[in-house]
């Protein structure tokens, strides 16, 4: 399959530090959920799996950021990762995150299907 991009949200949608907005993906022939942050006015976007135990990472609904914005984190485990890269920054991880390219263009945040990740059909 071809990478092809897909329209995920509006630019204004992301704010530095703030709330992510949620996708559906199927990696490894599972339907994950993802999520799209803004991090030093670029969008980012991973699988919503921590790398310590495959489990969901936002501690309320699409809330990833620490308190000062600087860190994505797990409420489970408290693993900390790099908002940008999605590396581990301390905690008990196992690797980084899942990272998933974004494109912004004309007031649009479009992700990619590369990786094996595909759009979930409903």
Partial sequence: ??????????????????????????????????FAVRYQSHPHAYLNRCAHVAMEMDYQPNRFFDDTGRWLLCATHGAAYQPDTGACAGGPCRGGLVKIGLTERDGVVHWHTAYNLQPVEF
């Fill in 1 to 34: 399959m071809a990478d092809a991009l897909i329209p995920l949200c509006a630019s204004t949608d992301l704010h530095d530090g703030g709330d992510a907005v949620p996708f559906d993906v199927v990696f490894g022939g599972q339907t994950c959920r993802a």
